[in-house]
């Protein structure tokens, strides 16, 4: 079963305009951990934002902000003031930990962000 | 502090042969994840160490292997390669077992003819 969603191929957004880029999890386990990378062109996987799912707040980490629906399970990742440095493939995560197998780390299929000047 | 270094960079391997892919942890990281990401795609998960010990492992054969080292830099050997392996091959640390933030390094590109 698909454990992360992410139904937008591509994207675009105007500079210094913000944009919600969408992502669903599916699990049953209580406790996981929802995250986002970037990826540029260059290959590197940057880390952005992470999110417990016990955690009551929505994560925040300057221009990014994960929008945490835990009923719906999705996990938004709002990037606000866009600029064209942003321009990159957006990739969801999830992590669950069970005793049995470990840690399964599962990543959606991205989206792909242009910005536009 | 160090980041995730991947070494080497790029290689080209025939059908049939054997690769060792090396990484080197971020400073005060015990726990190592491989994954796989072919062309447009998303990473695929292939296992993670934690200690020397494997502790989960994708939907990978296990012609592909894992070691983790004393010191927490770790391989991943891949025997029998097939064109389909073809992919870049990332390695990730993080500081905790369970459920934590984890740090990618530049990855190695792997090519199979």
């Known amino acids: 079963a698909q454990k992360i969603t992410q139904t937008q191929p591509g994207m675009f957004v105007q500079e210094k305009e913000a944009v919600t880029l969408d992502c669903t999890y599916d699990?049953?386990?209580?406790?996981?951990?929802l995250f986002w990378y970037k990826q540029p062109s260059s290959g590197e996987m940057i880390f952005l934002i992470y999110?417990?799912?016990?955690?009551?707040q929505n994560a925040t980490e300057g221009r990014y902000s994960l929008n945490f629906q835990k009923a719906r399970k999705s996990a938004n990742l709002v990037i606000s003031a866009s600029q064209l440095g942003d321009s990159a493939m957006y990739f969801c995560?999830?992590?669950?930990?069970?005793?049995?197998?470990?840690?399964?780390?599962?990543f959606g299929t991205g989206t792909s962000l242009t910005v536009i000047p | 502090e160090t980041g995730v270094t991947q070494s080497p960079t790029h290689l080209i391997k025939t059908r049939g042969q054997q690769v060792t892919l090396r990484c080197s942890s971020q400073?005060?990281?015990?726990?190592v994840s491989w994954y796989q990401q072919a062309l447009g795609q998303g990473p695929q998960f292939i296992f993670q160490?934690?200690?020397?010990?494997?502790?989960g492992r994708g939907n990978f054969p296990p012609r592909f292997s894992g070691l983790q080292f004393p010191n927490y830099s770790s391989e991943l050997n891949v025997n029998a390669l097939e064109l389909d392996d073809s992919a870049l091959y990332l390695c990730?640390?993080?500081?905790?077992?369970?459920?934590?933030?984890?740090?990618f390094g530049p990855g190695t590109r792997l090519t199979v003819l």
């Open positions: 990730a640390s993080s500081q905790n077992l369970v459920v934590d933030t984890q740090y």
């Open positions: 699990t049953s386990d209580p406790s996981y951990g």
């Open positions: 999110q417990g799912s016990y955690d009551q």
């Open positions: 995560a999830t992590t669950i930990y069970s005793s049995n197998t470990g840690n399964q780390f599962y």
């Open positions: 400073s005060g990281h015990n726990t």
């Open positions: 160490y934690y200690r020397e010990e494997e502790n």
